[in-house]
């Protein structure tokens, strides 16, 4: 698709279709995709969990999300994104390199996963990215490190209803050109 035309039409959405599943091979495909994002010193902190179906996709759902978001990403499969903390914005001593520090690994992990949802909608995938969650209750149920932080649940599937593009703010709001 066109890149143009790409952002244009690109939504989130909060209404999955349940009997279309995303598989592995489409959620390989989007990691790969993710890779080819900009990172600090190419350090590449991110770090995906993929919940495709079945009990886990249930327990995740409704042990690790709030009640609306629980609802929002029905029928949709998962990918809790992370990263490494002390990695991106650290120099080899592991001291930060600015003030900003381990907010580089957030800001790395937001440029992989808009990669991500890029691709999703390239690939005729819906995406919905939750950062209303609970964070540990991730970590134990998905054995993620300490040594990570947990960003966001993206939900990935065939959407279910109407797309809405909603307003945007004035450039002149946003924009200051010297």
């Known amino acids: 698709m066109e890149f143009d035309k790409l952002i244009q039409e690109r ?3 909060r209404s999955y279709d349940a009997q279309k599943k995303v598989t592995e091979e ?3 495909e989007l990691i790969k995709a993710m890779q080819l994002a900009p990172t600090w010193k190419n350090f590449q902190p991110g770090r995906y969990y993929a919940v495709l179906d ?8 409704t042990g690790c999300l709030p009640e609306f978001n629980q609802k929002n990403c029905e029928g949709a499969a998962l990918i809790v994104t992370t990263f490494q903390l002390n990695r991106s914005g650290f120099n080899k001593e592991g001291i930060a390199d600015n003030e900003v520090g381990n907010f580089w690994g957030a800001y790395d992990l937001g440029l992989q996963n808009a990669y991500l949802v890029l691709k999703a909608a390239d690939m005729g995938l819906y995406t ?8 540990e209750a991730l970590k134990k149920e998905l054995e993620i ?6 960003m966001s649940v993206i939900a990935v599937g065939y959407g279910n209803g ?6 945007r703010k004035e450039l002149e709001k946003i924009l200051k050109v010297f």
């Open 11 to 13: 939504r989130s959405v």
């Open 26 to 28: 489409q959620i390989t």
């Open 54 to 61: 079945g009990e886990k996709l249930e327990q995740v759902r």
């Open 128 to 135: 919905l990215s939750m950062g209303i969650r609970d964070g």
């Open 145 to 150: 490190p300490e040594n990570e932080e947990v």
């Open 162 to 167: 109407q797309k809405v593009l909603h307003p």
